[in-house]
């Protein structure tokens, strides 16, 4: 199992910059990959970014250019850098490790004021 902790979420005005963070405990070795995802009022939980255990990237085509995935393996941390952010980037962002199956944090919020 694996056990994933958020943190950096918060407000900002349209424009701005955030980096969340995910911090993973657990069977470390068996995460094949990290992502986040997001869930807006409403809405379903849609596809952010995802990061391999070799450093292979995937955006949402709504988010490219202006998002950036890392993991720092030392630190057993992803981050997520979202950058020029919208309102429509408004959400709860969750933290995601695939191992057998994908294992979720709690969320942290993003709130972007226009």
């Known amino acids: 199992q694996v056990q994933l902790v958020e943190s950096g979420g918060g407000l900002v005005q349209a424009g701005g910059s955030l980096r969340l963070s995910c911090a993973a405990s657990g069977s470390i070795a068996s995460i094949n990959a990290m992502g986040w995802y997001r869930q807006a009022p409403g809405k379903q939980r849609d596809f952010v970014a995802t990061?391999?255990?070799?450093?292979?990237?995937n955006y949402a085509d709504s988010v490219k250019g202006r998002f950036t995935i890392s993991r720092d393996n030392a630190k057993n941390t992803v981050y997520l850098l979202m950058n020029s952010l919208k309102p429509e980037d408004t959400a709860v962002y969750y933290c995601a490790a695939m191992l057998a199956r994908w294992y979720w944090g709690q969320g942290t919020q993003v709130t972007v004021s226009s």
């Open positions: 990061i391999t255990s070799g450093g292979a990237t």
